[in-house]
């Protein structure tokens, strides 16, 4: 189906939409709380899907589509099988069941062909919406039980000349507490006619050009298709113009760089050399190679602009410290931007061990730096006098000067605002070295799309030494026997993690909570060990004492939150126990485990999940399989798709699939339009629309 053929039959469906909305004075950034059949209290659970105005909610993309377009007669239903059949009311009762106190709507449904049993559980208002010798519409999934055959809460809707519920390809939206795909495709359709009021972020130039549906007819389209022809359509339209924008962005922040003054930083080979044999072990031929991409990048023209991402242990700081001695060599000065107080002392602690036998001495400044230590290490910055400062966002707060500033290292750059990093990068007139570290690899090929022009090292090879680490799932009625295997552990001279995903309890949520399991481990299941409790509520110093008191072996059990996701490093430890492991990311689960593992003995990664839902536990099978991070970013990235990875979820855009951003043939179409579109308008402010969609792509990706 063409371009042109969607928009013929979206301008239909728009047609024949029953609500008259475009006469009543109603706009796209009405809000939903003030709408009739919404009210102010639907519109508070709308807002929790980020759901505010009328805009967003013609905006808001279907997930999948559940096809039921195909009628079958009851005489083919068969258990295990998806029915959908057109059936007249024949019998409607309603009744409370005797074993669970459930209330039953039961209707006998039939055909030219035959009868059968429906059941909808705790919807007592079914039964006022049918009577007997209504026409459905019905599909479900058929079931036998000891009546015969059933269809179990199945969907039904009215016969009608416009089905939206069923009989159609029926969009499914992702929901919360209150808000159904019914509710939402019910009240889009009713405000179907003021998609034609949507400001397109494409120019028209560009849909013409790339032969892509316009705005209105994509959102109609994509709400209420006629074929799975349209739907791929409006996934070209939409994923085009995700690529568009993540482009445009790239690029633009190319240029702009390219024209600011740089700093060159010369490449000393003999400065290498000198830190290389002063270190009292080996480099990996992984850490050579990226050592020597960034040293050639600093010496080069243009300031250098580089993503190293390394697994948990690569050795990611001995590189970075390497730049931080070339560069001081040549008279530059070097801050190291970390995202937590832990973070930024365990850098410190490491860089101090690296560097001071060379005649470098980091100075740390944190949150907690005493006023006399902060006025000293500012002077002496302000001055010259010192070349390495470790610190926290404390380092872009006003009164910093770093006056020779040429590399910036930002740890788990992710972590940061974008105001944050560009603050640190502009102590400055000219334009430092830059170079991001993360310990969350993602794909090579979702890098560069994310960041065009951003060289991409690698660190995948692990320094000798670093123990592999078991990963086991712990069933919810093994965890006694978790339990003896700490035990046991501690007992040999070993410490442990236990990570809770909540500081407090919660009434909703029916997860462990650091405070809780503090108190239950350290009083009821390990009464003969020192348990210590650490979470980002503390105050640093108290955060600072409880660590190292753990860290020197005075406890043997630390209760934590995410808190310890980084920066932490107990060679001691051998056992990481996760609890409600499925509430949290693969990513950040492969980095609590990498909080063993450190030391000469064999370490464990334990994983007790809250749930069984079926995508937690792929993921957390994923985990006990797979020991390598760039391994997990490639499952992570098709198990949850690159939008939760990479951040850039918004209103209105669509949910990409791993091939739709990965599109290699979509993606040279989107980097060709944004290069001829900023030729002719470098500063997209000639389409306003545009403007506006590029605030959340400048902000997260921080290209601008």
């Known amino acids: 189906m063409t371009a042109a053929r969607i928009a013929a039959a979206a301008e239909a469906a728009v047609t024949t939409a029953r609500s008259s909305a475009g006469s009543t004075g109603l706009r796209p950034d009405t809000r939903l709380g003030d709408l009739f059949g919404i009210g102010q209290r639907n519109g508070a659970k709308l807002a929790k899907l980020g759901l505010e105005t009328v805009a967003d909610l013609l905006l808001y993309i279907p997930r999948r589509y559940e096809d039921t377009r195909e009628l079958s007669s009851l005489e083919s239903a068969v258990s295990g099988h998806h029915l959908t059949a057109r059936v007249r009311v024949a019998a409607i009762s309603i009744r409370k069941s005797p074993y669970r106190r459930m209330t039953l709507v039961e209707a006998v449904l039939e055909d030219a062909t035959g009868s059968i049993r429906a059941v909808w559980f705790n919807q007592a208002y079914i039964a006022q919406q049918l009577s007997r010798g209504s026409e459905l519409l019905v599909s479900g999934k058929v079931q036998y039980d000891r009546h015969g055959l059933s269809l179990s809460n199945p969907v039904f809707e009215l016969v009608s000349h416009t089905q939206l519920h069923v009989g159609r390809l029926v969009p499914v939206y992702p929901e919360t507490a209150g808000i159904t795909s019914r509710f939402l495709r019910r009240h889009i359709e009713q405000l179907l006619p003021l998609a034609r009021d949507l400001p397109d972020p494409l120019p028209a130039q560009i849909v ?37 924008l993540l482009q445009l962005a790239a690029q633009r922040a190319q240029r702009r760089r390219q024209a600011l003054r740089s700093i060159s930083i010369p490449y000393d080979a003999s400065a290498a050399r000198e830190f290389v044999g002063s270190l009292p072990f080996s480099l990996t031929q992984g850490q050579r190679v990226a050592a020597h991409q960034i040293l050639s990048d600093m010496a080069n023209e243009r300031a250098m602009n580089r993503l190293l991402q390394g697994d948990v242990g690569s050795g990611k700081t001995v590189v970075a410290a390497m730049a931080a001695f070339v ?68 380092l872009i707060e006003e009164g910093v000067e770093l006056p020779h500033l ?68 712990v069933p919810g009625t093994g965890r006694e026997q978790a339990y003896e295997f700490v035990r046991s552990q501690l007992m040999a001279g070993s410490q442990a993690f236990v990570i809770c995903p909540l500081v407090e309890g919660s009434e909703r949520l029916a997860v462990a909570s650091a405070v809780e399991e503090f108190e239950r481990l350290r009083n009821l299941v390990f009464p003969e060990f020192e348990v210590e409790l650490l979470h980002g ?10 660590m190292a008191r753990f860290a020197s072996g005075a406890a043997q059990l630390l209760v934590a939150t995410s808190v310890v996701e980084v920066g932490v490093d107990v060679p001691n430890a051998t056992v990481m126990l996760v609890e409600g492991a499925d509430r949290f990311g693969l990513a950040q689960l492969h980095q609590f485990r990498g909080r063993v593992g450190r030391g000469d003995r064999a370490s464990f990664c334990l994983l007790i999940a809250s749930s069984d839902e079926e995508a937690s536990a792929a993921r957390l099978k994923a985990l006990t399989e797979h020991e390598s991070g760039f391994e997990l970013a490639e499952i992570d990235l098709e198990l949850r798709g690159p939008g939760d990875i990479i951040g850039l979820r918004q209103h209105g855009a669509v949910e990409l699939e791993t091939a739709d951003l990965l599109n290699a043939q979509l993606m040279e179409r989107a980097r060709g339009a944004a290069a001829l579109w900023l030729d002719q308008d470098p500063q997209l402010s000639s389409h306003p629309p545009l403007s506006a969609a590029m605030v959340p792509y400048r902000e997260i990706l921080d290209l601008d």
């Open 208 to 244: 013409a050009s790339e032969g892509l549906v316009p705005i209105a007819d994509a959102v109609a389209a994509a709400h209420f298709p006629e074929n799975t022809g349209q739907i791929d359509l409006v996934r070209e339209r939409f994923t085009f113009q995700k690529l568009f």
């Open 327 to 394: 560069a001081c060599r040549a008279g530059f000065q070097t801050a190291i931007m970390a995202p937590t107080e832990v973070l930024a002392r365990q850098h410190h602690q490491s860089l101090t061990a690296l560097l001071s036998p060379l005649g470098l001495y980091p100075r740390l400044l944190v949150g907690s730096s005493k006023a006399r230590a902060r006025r000293e290490i500012l002077g002496g910055f302000a001055a010259g006098h010192e070349a390495l400062v470790v610190g926290t966002h404390t």
């Open 406 to 473: 040429g590399l910036v290292v930002v740890d788990e750059q992710h972590r940061f605002g974008v105001a944050q990093r560009q603050k640190l990068r502009q102590k400055r007139d000219v334009a430092p070295n830059f170079l991001a570290m993360t310990a969350t690899p993602i794909p090579r090929s979702l890098a560069l799309a994310l960041y065009g022009d951003v060289n991409v090292t690698e660190l995948r090879e692990k320094p000798p030494g670093r123990q592999p680490v078991e990963t086991r799932l």
């Open 537 to 546: 509520r503390m105050p640093a110093a108290e955060k600072q004492e409880r």
